[in-house]
T-cell receptor, first 111, second 114 residues
Framework: KQEVTQIPAALSVPEGENLVLNCSFTDSAIYNLQWFRQDPGKGLTSLLLIQSSQREQTSGRLNASLDKSSGRSTLYIAASQPGDSATYLCAAETGANNLFFGTGTRLTVIP | KAGVTQTPRYLIKTRGQQVTLSCSPISGHRSVSWYQQTPGQGLQFLFEYFSETQRNKGNFPGRFSGRQFSNSRSEMNVSTLELGDSALYLC?????????????FGSGTQLSVL
């Protein structure tokens, strides 16, 4: 069974700092790897989706990389802002929207 | 463009009862997936529907069931509720031209079982 782990569980940084969130998965047979953010009491917002054949995806200040062979993905956030404060979740898809989620990293950006 | 709509937003039930949750996907989206989120287990996949057919199912007991209608709206039902069913239930929709697309999530239904 696919297991997805995220480190660290929580992270607190001052505004403007660059940061990296880590995600690891045990089974490399994935279709894609997705990163989401979740604000308290709300659903998930898709940030980036990396197909299994891709190495990275970028959107604005966000960059996600994927290394299937080592079972790792990272989410890089540049020039962090207080509005980036949220829980970030990664998920490995094994088919038909069957996503295995990590436990998330709770990010706090301090003004 | 309206997002994914889930109703009701909150529900309180007692053990042994059954409950039905509703999800209206984004217009044009044909795939609807359901997920359970709890503090202990995190987010877990329940099932996915496409064109009224269940294509995939997670590892949940048969008390959890769902269906999709011809307009792509979906419902999930939990029978004989247990305390451990207390959770945030999220649905997500996608175009499903292929399988591997961004998912758009609703705000969820918070179910409390007393």
């Amino acid at each position: 069974k696919q297991e997805v782990t995220q480190i660290p569980a929580a992270l607190s940084v001052p505004e403007g700092e660059n940061l990296v969130l880590n995600c690891s998965f045990t089974d490399s047979a994935i279709y894609n790897l997705q990163w989401f953010r979740q604000d308290p009491g709300k659903g998930l917002t898709s940030l980036l989706l990396i197909q299994s054949s891709q190495r990275e995806q970028t959107s604005g200040r966000l960059n996600a990389s994927l290394d299937k062979s080592s079972g790792r993905s990272t989410l890089y956030i540049a020039a962090s802002q207080p509005g980036d404060s949220a829980t970030y979740l990664c998920a490995a898809e094994t088919g038909a929207n069957n996503l295995f989620f990590g436990t998330g990293t709770r990010l706090t950006v301090i003004p | 463009k309206a997002g994914v709509t889930q109703t009701p937003r909150y529900l309180i039930k007692t053990r042994g009862q059954q409950v039905t949750l509703s999800c209206s996907p984004i217009s044009g989206h044909r795939s609807v997936s359901w997920y359970q989120q709890t503090p202990g287990q995190g987010l877990q996949f329940l099932f996915e529907y496409f064109s009224e057919t269940q294509r995939n199912k997670g590892n949940f007991p048969g008390r959890f069931s769902g269906r999709q209608f011809s307009n792509s709206r979906s419902e999930m039902n939990v029978s004989t509720l247990e305390l451990g069913d207390s959770a945030l239930y999220l649905c997500a929709s996608s175009l499903a031209k292929g399988w591997h697309e961004k998912l758009f999530f609703g705000s969820g239904t918070q179910l409390s079982v007393l």
